[in-house]
């Protein structure tokens, strides 16, 4: 079993910056691909953005790229999600997932483990 733990989040303006870490426990997910979603008020999961195993092959969704990144350390077993030019769009419950398998996936329901998720707020 595999527990993830999200932080970071919090409140900022629009234009500035967070950055989010997932922490894995219960085993090592080095093997895992991991990926974030976020979901706002109303809406369905979407995801943001995605990594391989190994960080050699990452997904981030349009509406983020150029702004957000996502990156990994395998020896520390956290993923991390750099955000910049935050909008308030942005503004959503920002999940961490991982999946039993090395290849990045944007589809939800083939993550495995869920984090609790942490809340993203921009104000304009």
């Known amino acids: 079993q595999v527990q993830l733990i999200e932080s970071g989040g919090g409140l900022v303006q629009a234009g500035g910056s967070l950055k989010l870490s997932c922490a894995a426990s219960?085993?090592?997910?080095?093997?895992?691909?991991m990926a974030w979603f976020r979901q706002a008020p109303g809406k369905e999961r979407q995801f943001v953005a995605g990594i391989s195993w190994s960080g050699g092959r990452a997904l981030t969704t349009a509406a983020v790229q150029g702004r957000f990144t996502i990156s990994r350390d395998n020896a520390k077993n956290t993923v991390y999600l750099q955000m910049n030019s935050l909008k308030p769009e942005d503004t959503a419950v920002y999940y961490c997932a991982a999946r039993r398998d090395s290849t990045v996936t944007v589809t939800t329901r083939l993550y495995d483990y869920w984090g609790q998720g942490t809340q993203v707020t921009v104000s304009a």
């Open positions: 219960g085993r090592t997910v080095s093997s895992y691909s």
